[in-house]
């Protein structure tokens, strides 16, 4: 039987941990180690009795990138899956999720999120990412039996995928800079730009009981790791071709953010950006120079449009997504 390495993060109040956590024991078809990562919550010990788990306890909130990273340096495993605490796998989900990874050109597998309730309805089937780097939960709230194709996908959900061990040791796990969001958007464009492809498994299905929350904390974290991306994922070049849309668009989303009041957060995390210039030119330095040639295309992907369903809390105006396209159109073939 197929043996997998299965990383979950606790964090403050985990009322789902306990049903995460057997549920991924009780799969089908695989061996199961469960690495959990005690980033600060009082549900660990409900469930970390059984010989098939390994606590960590790093003392500190490591972020969902840090715990990751931690965990999967202590994988026994060569394939390894990433569960939210907060979604229940179906008992096949595991192996169908990892059976991708035979491709050798699939580096990451991605599955069905569904929100609870029936008929099931999209959480998340991958991520689309625009190519000013933002990137939303792909289909949410379609029925899902409008999408039970095998496809491949811009991005992952960070909530439930799969990666082989030694791609994701190639790639460097992920930065723990981003402490948490946009991590996932960072993986896989990393991954397409060595060649390998993202692809969405939708027999592998997981329930997560979703609920998007709203805090100043967040949006400066959203903003800032999307214009990390932006800022080191692209090479120079492209960077400045697509500045007379960057520009426009930084404004546009601080006056968002200045109705919504976190124009303080906006801000803040452009300030950050300078402070940690130096980072980022390392990190372009090293992303550059990981890239090959046969990856030239990872941009293709990318989507001129932002369709960000309305729950999540940025509205792009038709007109301003009209001309966001356009432009795409005429400069993305001289982007990578």
Not at 95 to 100: D, E, G, K, M, N
Not at 317 to 322: D, G, I, L, R, Y
Request: include cysteine.
């Amino acid at each position: 039987m197929r043996e997998v390495s299965v990383i979950i993060l606790g964090y403050g109040d985990e009322p789902l941990l306990s049903r995460c956590v057997d549920a991924v024991l009780n799969s089908r078809n695989v061996v199961v180690q469960v690495i959990l990562v005690d980033n600060g919550t009082m549900s660990i010990p409900d469930v970390a009795s059984d010989p098939r788990i390994q606590c960590l306890t790093p003392g500190s909130n490591t972020g969902f990138a840090g715990g990751c990273n931690l965990a999967s340096a202590h994988a026994t495993y060569d394939d390894l899956v990433f569960v939210n605490s907060d979604l229940i796998v179906r008992d096949d989900a595991i192996a169908l999720l990892i059976s991708r990874l035979d491709d050798e050109g699939v580096g990451l597998a991605t599955g069905a999120v569904l929100l609870p309730g029936e008929p099931p309805i999209v959480n998340s089937i991958g991520n689309p990412i625009h190519y000013l780097m933002f990137s939303w939960a792909g289909d949410y709230g379609e029925p899902f039996a409008e999408h039970h194709l095998q496809e491949s996908v811009a991005g992952i959900c960070g909530g439930f995928f799969a990666c082989r061990r030694d791609l994701w040791t190639q790639l460097g796990g992920f930065d723990e800079q981003y402490f948490a969001y946009a991590e996932d958007v960072d993986l896989s464009l990393r991954t397409r730009q060595i060649s390998r492809s993202v692809v969405f498994e939708p027999r592998a299905v997981g329930i997560h009981h979703y609920e998007f929350t709203k805090n100043n904390t967040k949006w400066f974290l959203l903003e800032r790791n999307r214009l990390m991306n932006f800022l080191t994922l692209y090479d120079r070049r492209s960077r400045w071709l697509l500045v007379p849309m960057v520009v426009p668009v930084e404004i546009g989303v601080l006056l968002a953010a200045a109705r919504a009041g976190w124009a303080r957060e906006k801000i803040a995390s452009w300030k950050w950006l300078w402070a940690n210039r130096s980072h980022l030119r390392e990190r372009r330095t090293r992303i550059d120079a990981a890239k090959d040639a046969a990856g030239s295309h990872w941009t293709m992907i990318l989507s001129g449009e932002m369709n960000i369903p309305a729950e999540f809390g940025l509205r792009v105006p038709p007109v301003a997504n009209w001309v966001l396209s356009r432009y795409w159109d005429v400069v993305k073939s001289h982007v990578n």
